[in-house]
């Protein structure tokens, strides 16, 4: 059983751009989030909210020791989905029976993490749950939320985000070059321009148009970008004309917004014509997209032969496949798109503002909408077809990347087949189709909640809903539901049987045995999986699927102590996976390899398999393996004699399974291998012993944890031998912890460190803590001899 989840851009975005200097406001922040859990940034759209939090979040980013989060809400609709966007961003894959939100706070009860939120607005209430709970759950999480509006919490702490100062074109500007407005026109014009700076002679122009776009960044980057054909002058004279015709048409509009509007539209107006439609049609896709996307959804359903024009005329038909990615190079260098990198090549997104503005300019024609979004619900439809088609190959990593990529894509056109009369088969199929995805990718959460949305959509006796009852029926045991998921799964059965869809009956089949084995029923999991084993594959049955029957066979077998049948039926099926040149399921065979092996105790073999398997399960980013094989070395090394080292693997692998199921999904079978692990490893150093090499393990990163469990090199040697306490080898601290440590050794007091950095009290004691239980110190003279070793 797995639980891939590769990582997804849930740290700090990449800026592709210069951020231009806000010290006054950088410095706000960052002292109200030192006395603040909740401090939320507002502001109108284009004034800069999402850069400015990300630049404080990375000036503080050190007082968080188990790190900065960011959670993109802009491409999210469905509130629903708000505490599952905050769970990948932080890196959970939850299995437990909890309701989303309280297993949320659970896992993250004892972190210390600042949690950026950006683009509330649009989903205030939700977001306002997420900070509540996590406020009053947790004591070391603190939001920094972006919204236009506050979240009504009587926590909340606001700090407006005001338009970058602009001086008095007509004053004194022998200082001009100070203003952040003018900085940041300079700065973009130059990459038009190259060679463009701020002069005596066009400084007051420059000083009057970015007066004119109230200090707006969005606004200013625009019309800088016009610089390419027009000069400061020209540009401010057209603007004025745009503005004169937006005042005269809506003088109830707030000022502010009168000025992006027309920045906007300014800039709208001076795209092609397929731009426009281009950028009118690519407002449907949330978050970042590909060319291909682009295509799919910018292109007529007629290739572009024909499309009259109406009122609006721009946003109607006539896009042919060559004429995208011209116009998506042309949006590019208008700074209506941004460019990023993503696996596979690049790709692009659409300010939230922009989008915005493209979807009003789409649904001035009827039915424009409805299309774009049904080319872009068809595309995800044929991308997650081919991938599940190439998923039992090599090509796993680079599958999974692309489908977090185009996570909010996915989540929008599910959200469109099952809210859109008519189309909610086509979301079944889509939520069936991406089998793969929930269940190895660590999203069974996500999974079942649109898998039970469209089981209630489209009830129908079709292949489609057999499918999706199979899957939901192993999500739902994976998430501790036993009984719901039997029940989904025979169902699937039944329905498979009676349409004579034999590959869905298969995989129901296989959900109905594993359900038997996460029971403890290994008696009928034997005779199941045997069963199924020698009827071979079914026509149709994916690969996976067929793999995967063998895993649970050798698992059954191993724990029924018939350890010779099960390295038999390993090695075949890692024949099928070396042909295919697979690397998920194969991660599965060798942990079965391994564990064949301690029940044969030979504990060399098992340790050499359960290294290989946790080392392909790293690449594959499989959370849930590498929890499972954790806990298996953690055995083989205690049996092997190497207790400490053992408690070291034990710690890190409860530090995996918090952000997975605390309760190893109450699996009597794995609570009592790790029970048993423990207490051999007791027996030998004792309790104490046993504590402080645990917490050691529980404080390491993935990283530092699975290169620990390899026995690959590490960068920083232990202290040599004769120093009071010793540090395992291997154990890196950060440059900040290396910092509090020699600061520790001077004899220096937390309050004392903490006036030295600059940080709260709370903060150095933090690091403190941190850094004893690393390195398995009891008190600070430790760390004081030990840091005297170093030099």
Same mark, same amino acid.
């Given at each position: 059983m797995g639980g891939s989840a590769p990582r997804r851009d849930r740290h700090l975005p990449v800026e592709t751009t210069s951020f231009v200097d806000r010290r006054g406001e950088l410095t706000e922040g960052r002292e109200l989030l030192a006395r603040a859990r909740l401090v939320t940034l507002t502001g109108p759209g284009g004034v800069g909210k999402t850069r400015l939090a990300a630049r404080i979040a990375a000036r503080v980013a050190r007082a968080f020791p188990d790190g900065v989060r960011f959670v993109h809400l802009s491409g999210l609709r469905d509130p629903a989905l708000v505490p599952l966007a905050a769970a990948c961003a932080l890196g959970l894959h939850d299995h437990s029976a909890q309701p989303p939100l309280a297993a949320l706070v659970e896992h993250v009860r004892d972190r210390r993490t600042l949690l950026v939120v950006d683009n509330c607005e649009h989903l205030l209430d939700a977001c306002a749950e997420l900070a509540a709970a996590?406020?009053?759950?947790?004591?070391?999480?603190?939001?920094?939320?972006?919204?236009?509006?506050?979240?009504?919490?009587?926590?909340?702490?606001?700090?407006?985000?005001?338009?970058?100062?602009?001086?008095?074109?007509?004053? $004194?500007?022998?200082? %001009?070059?100070?203003?952040?407005?003018?900085?940041?026109?300079?700065?973009?014009?130059?990459?038009?321009?190259?060679?463009?700076?701020?002069?005596?002679?066009?400084?007051?122009?420059?000083?009057?148009?970015?007066?004119?776009?109230?200090?707006?960044?969005?606004?200013? @980057?625009?019309?800088?970008?016009?610089?390419?054909?027009?000069?400061?002058?020209?540009?401010? &004279?057209?603007?004025?004309?745009?503005?004169?015709? *937006?005042?005269?048409?809506?003088?109830?509009?707030?000022?502010?917004?009168?000025? *992006?509007?027309?920045?906007?539209?300014?800039?709208?107006?001076?795209?092609?014509?397929?731009?426009?439609?281009?950028?009118?049609?690519?407002?449907?896709?949330?978050?970042?997209?590909?060319?291909? +996307?682009?295509?799919?959804?910018?292109? $007529?359903?007629?290739?572009?032969?024909? =499309?009259?024009?109406? @009122?609006? =005329?721009?946003?109607?038909?006539?896009?042919?496949?060559?004429?995208?990615?011209?116009?998506?190079?042309?949006?590019?260098?208008?700074?209506?798109?941004?460019?990023?990198?993503?696996?596979?090549?690049?790709?692009?997104?659409?300010?939230?503002?922009?989008?915005?503005?493209?979807?009003?300019?789409?649904?001035?024609?009827?039915?424009?909408?409805?299309?774009?979004?049904?080319?872009?619900? $068809?595309?995800?439809?044929?991308?997650?077809?081919?991938? @599940?088609?190439?998923?039992?190959?090599?090509?796993?990593?680079?599958?999974?990347?692309?489908?977090?990529?185009?996570?909010?894509?996915?989540?929008?056109?599910?959200?469109?087949?099952?809210?859109?009369?008519?189309?909610?088969?086509?979301?079944?199929?889509?939520?069936?189709?991406?089998?793969?995805?929930?269940?190895?990718?660590?999203?069974?959460?996500?999974?079942?909640?649109?898998?039970?949305?469209? *089981? &209630?959509?489209?009830?129908?006796?079709?292949?489609?809903?057999?499918?999706? *009852?199979?899957?939901?029926?192993?999500?739902? +045991?994976?998430?501790?539901?036993?009984?719901?998921g039997r029940r989904r799964a025979e169902d699937a059965l039944a329905l498979a049987r009676r349409l004579g869809e034999a590959a869905e009956a298969a995989h129901a089949e296989y959900v109905i045995g594993v359900i038997r084995l996460f029971g403890d029923d290994l008696s009928g999991a034997l005779e199941h999986f045997e069963a199924s084993v020698a009827r071979g594959r079914v026509p149709g049955q994916h690969l996976s699927v067929v793999g995967l029957d063998r895993v649970e066979l050798a698992c059954t077998l191993s724990f029924l102590g018939q350890a010779e049948r099960a390295v038999a039926v390993c090695e075949e099926a890692l024949r099928l996976c070396e042909e295919h040149g697979e690397q998920w399921v194969r991660s599965y065979v060798l942990r079965m390899l391994a564990l064949a092996h301690t029940v044969r105790k030979d504990w060399r073999r098992a340790e050499r398999h359960a290294r290989e398997a946790l080392r392909l399960k790293t690449a594959v980013h499989d959370a849930i393996g590498i929890a499972l094989t954790l806990d298996l070395l953690a055995a083989v090394t205690a049996r092997r004699g190497a207790h400490e080292r053992a408690a070291v693997l034990l710690g890190g692998a409860d530090r995996v399974w918090a952000d997975i199921?605390?309760?190893?999904? =109450?699996?009597?079978?794995?609570?009592?291998?790790?029970?048993?692990?423990?207490?051999? #490893?007791?027996?030998?150093?004792?309790?104490?012993?046993?504590?402080?090499?645990?917490?050691?393990?529980?404080?390491? =990163?993935?990283?530092?944890?699975?290169?620990?469990?390899?026995?690959?090199?590490?960068?920083?040697?232990?202290?040599? %031998?004769?120093?009071?306490?010793?540090?395992?080898?291997?154990?890196?601290?950060?440059?900040?912890?290396?910092?509090?440590?020699?600061?520790?050794? @001077?004899?220096?007091?937390?309050?004392?460190?903490?006036?030295?950095?600059?940080?709260?009290?709370?903060?150095?004691?933090?690091? #403190?803590?941190?850094?004893?239980?690393?390195?398995?110190?009891?008190?600070?003279s430790q760390i004081a001899a030990w840091v005297s070793a170093q030099r």
């Amino acid at each position: 059983m797995g639980g891939s989840a590769p990582r997804r851009d849930r740290h700090l975005p990449v800026e592709t751009t210069s951020f231009v200097d806000r010290r006054g406001e950088l410095t706000e922040g960052r002292e109200l989030l030192a006395r603040a859990r909740l401090v939320t940034l507002t502001g109108p759209g284009g004034v800069g909210k999402t850069r400015l939090a990300a630049r404080i979040a990375a000036r503080v980013a050190r007082a968080f020791p188990d790190g900065v989060r960011f959670v993109h809400l802009s491409g999210l609709r469905d509130p629903a989905l708000v505490p599952l966007a905050a769970a990948c961003a932080l890196g959970l894959h939850d299995h437990s029976a909890q309701p989303p939100l309280a297993a949320l706070v659970e896992h993250v009860r004892d972190r210390r993490t600042l949690l950026v939120v950006d683009n509330c607005e649009h989903l205030l209430d939700a977001c306002a749950e997420l900070a509540a709970a996590l406020l009053r759950g947790t004591t070391g999480i603190r939001v920094l939320a972006t919204s236009r509006h506050r979240l009504g919490l009587t926590e909340e702490h606001l700090m407006e985000v005001r338009p970058l100062p602009v001086p008095d074109p007509d004053g $004194d500007l022998s200082a %001009a070059e100070g203003y952040p407005a003018l900085t940041l026109f300079a700065d973009r014009a130059a990459a038009v321009v190259p060679g463009f700076r701020i002069t005596a002679g066009n400084r007051a122009a420059v000083a009057r148009l970015c007066r004119r776009l109230d200090g707006l960044p969005l606004a200013i @980057e625009l019309a800088a970008v016009r610089m390419r054909v027009l000069g400061v002058e020209q540009l401010l &004279d057209r603007l004025d004309d745009r503005y004169r015709l *937006l005042t005269a048409g809506s003088p109830a509009v707030l000022p502010r917004h009168q000025t *992006l509007r027309a920045a906007v539209d300014w800039s709208h107006d001076l795209c092609t014509r397929q731009e426009q439609l281009v950028w009118a049609r690519l407002s449907v896709l949330a978050g970042s997209f590909d060319l291909e +996307a682009a295509e799919a959804v910018s292109v $007529d359903e007629d290739d572009g032969e024909g =499309g009259d024009e109406s @009122e609006g =005329g721009d946003e109607t038909g006539g896009i042919r496949p060559r004429d995208v990615l011209e116009a998506v190079a042309g949006l590019v260098d208008k700074s209506v798109l941004c460019r990023e990198p993503g696996p596979g090549g690049v790709r692009y997104r659409l300010l939230d503002t922009l989008r915005h503005y493209g979807l009003d300019r789409l649904r001035r024609v009827p039915g424009q909408e409805a299309a774009a979004r049904r080319r872009q619900r $068809d595309w995800m439809l044929r991308r997650a077809a081919t991938c @599940e088609r190439t998923w039992f190959g090599p090509g796993q990593p680079e599958t999974v990347a692309r489908l977090r990529a185009d996570q909010d894509n996915l989540r929008a056109a599910l959200d469109h087949s099952l809210s859109t009369p008519g189309e909610e088969l086509a979301g079944l199929r889509l939520a069936g189709t991406l089998w793969f995805y929930w269940h190895a990718c660590g999203a069974p959460r996500e999974g079942l909640y649109w898998l039970d949305r469209a *089981l &209630d959509a489209a009830p129908g006796p079709t292949r489609e809903r057999a499918r999706g *009852l199979w899957l939901s029926g192993l999500l739902a +045991a994976v998430t501790r539901d036993l009984a719901q998921g039997r029940r989904r799964a025979e169902d699937a059965l039944a329905l498979a049987r009676r349409l004579g869809e034999a590959a869905e009956a298969a995989h129901a089949e296989y959900v109905i045995g594993v359900i038997r084995l996460f029971g403890d029923d290994l008696s009928g999991a034997l005779e199941h999986f045997e069963a199924s084993v020698a009827r071979g594959r079914v026509p149709g049955q994916h690969l996976s699927v067929v793999g995967l029957d063998r895993v649970e066979l050798a698992c059954t077998l191993s724990f029924l102590g018939q350890a010779e049948r099960a390295v038999a039926v390993c090695e075949e099926a890692l024949r099928l996976c070396e042909e295919h040149g697979e690397q998920w399921v194969r991660s599965y065979v060798l942990r079965m390899l391994a564990l064949a092996h301690t029940v044969r105790k030979d504990w060399r073999r098992a340790e050499r398999h359960a290294r290989e398997a946790l080392r392909l399960k790293t690449a594959v980013h499989d959370a849930i393996g590498i929890a499972l094989t954790l806990d298996l070395l953690a055995a083989v090394t205690a049996r092997r004699g190497a207790h400490e080292r053992a408690a070291v693997l034990l710690g890190g692998a409860d530090r995996v399974w918090a952000d997975i199921d605390t309760g190893r999904w =109450g699996a009597r079978i794995l609570t009592a291998a790790r029970r048993e692990s423990e207490e051999r #490893v007791c027996r030998a150093v004792g309790r104490d012993g046993f504590e402080r090499a645990h917490r050691r393990g529980g404080a390491l =990163g993935l990283t530092e944890l699975v290169g620990y469990a390899l026995q690959e090199p590490q960068r920083l040697p232990g202290p040599p %031998a004769g120093a009071p306490a010793r540090a395992e080898p291997g154990v890196r601290l950060t440059r900040r912890e290396t910092e509090v440590a020699h600061l520790v050794a @001077e004899g220096l007091a937390n309050q004392q460190i903490a006036d030295r950095l600059v940080i709260a009290r709370r903060t150095a004691e933090g690091h #403190v803590e941190r850094i004893l239980s690393k390195l398995g110190f009891s008190n600070r003279s430790q760390i004081a001899a030990w840091v005297s070793a170093q030099r």
